[in-house]
């Protein structure tokens, strides 16, 4: 039976392990990189924000371009190549101190980030049973929640014991390892496009009908950039930064546990079963976050947080990807992840304003709010979705 086939191929498992060592580079430097330009740098929070907006600014104009580059390159020979690149990127940080320097790597790195990821996000679902997608696209998701996690306890233990150049250097040792692992990824299933065909339109650029699932996700992260870009920070001011990396522990566990069930909910009864309660655990999350004073609230938002973003988010990329053909997956996959770095980035950008102006606990209050402006859009995405079935 089509929905017995196996998700956990040789092929899956090589681009599960690839995207894990790409991310896990992205999230452990989000985490220490703010602590970086305050204590070593002596930078202010704006400026520490600014590195995670400058990253996702250059990934942001480049991504539009990753489906076309991916048809006319080949998949697999665009992954093997931006990693290199990226792996390059990653060894120099131990070279690079100053800010200025330091914020042109970032812009340079976002590039190779952004097609590497939009390469193996396609390849993966071209490698995914079309029955079990829900399933097979949101355990693949699953390597970047726990990049989410491992990459922020790797960079945050290191640079409690030891030194940021020991950071550097572990962070591309861990990547040198998941670029090996991108050698047994397969052939594509789609061959190249001839490169005579290269004109640009804007269908090359966009997969237009899943641009309302990602403007959904856009605001979702929005929101998750007061998480990503500043969680280091508040928790040193609130006394509990030595609880970071419990706190993504926790966030990983509970992802971990209910990601089985999440993906057959999906594929078995509907995004609405997942999606909406993950929206509501993911704003209680934040509003525990801001209002937190002791260890147990710190954690227990961790949960919530873990909770909702590990159901919603694969579950907004799947949509995306279900949204269109088959062939156009490329495409769909940067379309989703455009809008998605953008509301990374924007959100980086005016919660450093907010958190410098208002302090973090406002910040953290606004985050959930905008969290209720995504449950309104999906729903009434839903109900435009039902009026036209």
Sequence with gaps: MKNKEPIWTKAFISLFATNFSIFIIFYGLVAALPLYATDILSRSDKDAGLLMTIFLISAIIVRPFSGKILDLAGKRKVLWTTLLLYLICTALYYFVQPFEALLALRLVQGIFFSI???????LAADNVPPARRGAGLGYFVMSTNLAVVIGPFVTLTIIQFFTYDIMFLVLTALLILGALTALMIPADKKPSTPLAKTKLTWNDLFEKKALPVALNASIVAFSYASVLSYLSIYSQQKGVLHLTSSFFAVFALVMLVTRPFTGRIFDEKGAKYIIIPG????????????LMNSPFLFLLSGAFIGLGYGAVVP??????????????SGYATATFFTL??????????????????FGYQNLYLLSSAIVIVALALFIALQKKKDRLA
């Design 279 to 290: 929206l509501l655990s993911f704003f209680i999350g934040l509003v525990l976050l801001a």
């Design 116 to 122: 590497a990821t939009t390469a193996s996000g396609s």
């Design 315 to 328: 579950s907004l990329q799947t949509l995306a990807i279900q949204s269109t053909k088959y062939e156009r």
């Design 340 to 357: 998605f770095d953008t509301g990374l980035a924007i959100g980086s950008f005016v919660l450093g304003i907010v958190a410098t102006q």
